[in-house]
C-alpha cells in the first residue's frame, strides 16, 4: 500500500508558481514582513547556494537564503540572522522564491547583505559543515541545539540591560 502524499508533496510537484505572503523580519531587507513572494518549484539537486528558497518545517513554510548545499541537503540562514538553520533534505525545498512584489510590481530577491558578525556566522557553517560530512541527523541537532543556546543568550542579554529609569 502507498503512504499518502502531503499537501507540500503534491503544491511541490504540481511544477506551477504560486504566492505566499512574507511573516517576521529574518529575511529583512531582502524580503519585508508582509510582502507577497512567487515560489517556483524546481526539481530537487537544481538549487544553487545564493538562492532564497521556501522549505517546509512541519506544517509551515520558511524562505531563507542558502548558504552551503550538496546533493542530498542544503543549509539556509535568514538574511538578517547570524546562526544557520538545521540542514533540509533537498526533498523538503518547496521551490525557489523568484520574485518578490515591491512598488506595484513583482522584482527579483536582493543579493544577500553582509553579516552583522561575519566571523561568528562562518564559524558556524563551519561547524554545520563538518556534522554533516559525518551525519545530516547529527547535523540537524547540533544547529538546533546552537539555535535554542543563541536565543536564551539573546534572552540573557536582554534581561540584563538596565530599563528605563522611572526618574522622580
Known amino acids: 500500500m502507498r503512504a ?3 499537501f507540500w508533496d503534491l503544491l511541490r510537484d504540481s511544477g506551477g508558481l504560486y504566492e505566499s505572503t512574507v511573516s517576521g523580519a529574518s529575511m529583512e531587507p531582502t524580503l519585508l514582513h508582509g510582502e507577497r513572494v512567487r515560489i517556483r518549484p524546481l526539481p530537487p539537486g537544481t ?3 545564493g538562492e532564497v528558497v521556501a522549505c517546509v518545517l512541519k506544517d509551515e513554510i520558511f524562505a531563507h537564503r542558502i548558504v552551503y548545499g550538496t546533493a542530498k541537503a542544503i543549509v539556509t540562514r535568514g ?5 544557520c538553520d538545521p540542514p533540509t533534505a533537498q526533498g523538503e525545498i518547496l521551490g525557489l522564491v523568484s520574485e518578490v512584489w515591491r512598488g506595484g510590481a513583482w522584482a527579483v530577491a536582493g543579493p544577500q547583505p553582509p553579516s552583522r558578525h561575519p566571523r561568528l556566522t562562518a564559524l558556524n557553517l563551519a561547524m554545520l559543515r563538518a556534522c554533516m560530512a559525518l551525519h545530516f541527523d547529527f547535523a540537524r541537532a547540533v544547529a538546533g541545539t546552537t539555535l535554542h543556546v543563541g536565543r536564551f543568550l539573546r534572552l540573557a542579554r536582554g534581561a540584563a540591560r538596565p530599563g528605563p529609569s522611572s526618574g522622580a
Open 4 to 6: 499518502s502524499r502531503s
Open 47 to 49: 538549487y544553487r547556494e
Open 79 to 83: 538574511d538578517n540572522r547570524i546562526l
